[in-house]
């Protein structure tokens, strides 16, 4: 186990009914002016009442606030800078956003724009660091990103079509209120990409070259996989199912605050090449991720078999040869059959596990690009499990089509 920080500062409300206290909490820590961030306007959020609950708890607290709706899947840099620009003009000093992962970053965006003195695309680019950024609180209604109690913040520069990310302890929400009945709308699609990224996000933690002594984190990540698993086979079957619904929304925090990476170096080299898939085609994250990993996985799995092989017994159930470990032919037969269990678990929630199933077609050309703008400005390769080079991102995405 290498050495770690581990720092969650954000406080939890969890429960039916949570988000009638948010006006109390943007008090409690410091807010009096509120920009509100959500997604498409007349959507759900509004025609649920959700809104309308949101602006009275902030009025009941004495608080002002402005709404800035617009927010969509592979957030854009430039709402970000629009909110940036109204957010100065209007004085705000605390941002909520309500919704998931791409609302969530969104309103990380802003936070950044509006504490420091910058260009955003300097900061994503790497050109820039900052830690200074406003206060966040959020109303979560997506069990997936894992963003509200996470550091990092992913945007689309719509110059290029490039998803590039940052991330501080500084972006870390105050607040997340999690109310699992908020999620019960959600299309059968949207809980299924959304278990899959809350899987990638423990997974990209799992398969890591720091595998010695972390026996006590590899078992917390796994008990977080096999919840995953099954929560999301009934939640799919069962929309209002609000234990599962819960398994899901806890476990997305959890998978991506750190905990499941604690003691060791995280890959993430799938998510690297997922945000190029995403930028391109503006594909649901999850299932993009979904139709990638099996590629990545058959491709990088001989660097450690008996780590894939270890994911299949304990994650999926995968019976392993006693001769596993000493038998090299044994430990790969367990690690692709790891594999082959990963994808039944995806399609038994409707997740794709090719390009084709995914929807689209990327020609040669564009799978060059995309291999292109993923390590670009990362020094050559993406990922840690396996080093990956542009080369070997190609090779990746030629397989998973």
């Known amino acids: 186990m290498i050495n770690f920080d581990f720092f969650t500062p954000t406080k939890i409300l969890f429960g039916a009914g949570r988000e009638s206290e948010v006006g109390k909490q943007v008090v409690a820590f410091g807010g009096h002016k509120v920009m509100i961030v959500y997604g498409k306007k007349g959507g759900h959020i509004e025609t649920s009442g959700l809104l309308d609950r949101v602006h009275k708890s902030l009025s009941d607290a004495g608080l002002s606030y402005v709404d800035l709706n617009g927010v969509v899947p592979n957030p854009r840099l430039s709402l970000v800078k629009e909110g940036i620009r109204i957010g100065r003009a209007e004085g705000v000093d605390f941002l909520l956003p309500i919704g998931g992962g791409s609302v969530i970053d969104t309103a990380k965006g802003i936070g950044y724009g509006i504490a420091n003195d910058f260009e955003m695309e300097d900061l994503l680019y790497g050109r820039v660091k900052t830690d200074k950024n406003l206060p966040i609180g959020v109303v979560l209604t997506i069990a997936a990103a894992g963003s509200e109690m996470s550091s990092s913040m992913v945007l689309t520069i719509e110059d290029g079509m490039m998803k590039r990310s940052y991330g501080h302890d500084c972006a870390r929400p105050k607040f997340a209120i999690m109310n699992p009945a908020l999620t019960y709308s959600l299309p059968a699609y949207q809980t299924a990409s959304g278990a899959a ?101 058959r491709y990088v799995y001989k660097t450690n078999p008996k780590r894939f092989a270890q994911f299949g017994e304990k994650v999926f159930g995968v019976n392993v040869s006693q001769n596993t470990g000493a038998d090299a032919a044994a430990t790969d037969a367990a690690a692709l059959a790891a594999i082959t269990a990963w994808e039944t678990w995806c399609h038994s929630i409707g997740m794709p596990t090719t390009l084709t199933e995914l929807g689209i077609h990327p020609t040669d050309a564009q799978i060059e690009e995309m291999a292109e703008k993923c390590v670009f400005g990362r020094n050559g390769h993406v990922g840690f499990f396996q080093p990956l080079t542009k080369g070997d991102i190609v090779a990746i995405l030629k397989m998973a089509k």
Request: proline share 2%.
């Open 197 to 297: 990224d809350i899987m990638m996000h423990t997974m990209e933690r799992y398969f890591t070259p720091t595998d010695t002594d972390t026996s006590l984190t590899d078992r917390i990540a796994e008990g977080l996989m096999v919840s995953v698993r099954d929560a999301a086979q009934a939640a799919v079957k069962e929309p209002e199912n609000y234990e599962a619904r819960a398994t899901l929304m806890w476990a997305g925090s959890l998978s991506h605050n750190g905990l499941t990476g604690a003691g060791r170096v995280s890959d993430f080299g799938t998510h690297k090449i997922e945000h190029e898939l995403g930028g391109m085609f503006d594909v649901a994250h999850g299932a993009g991720l979904a139709a990638i990993w099996g590629s990545w996985a």
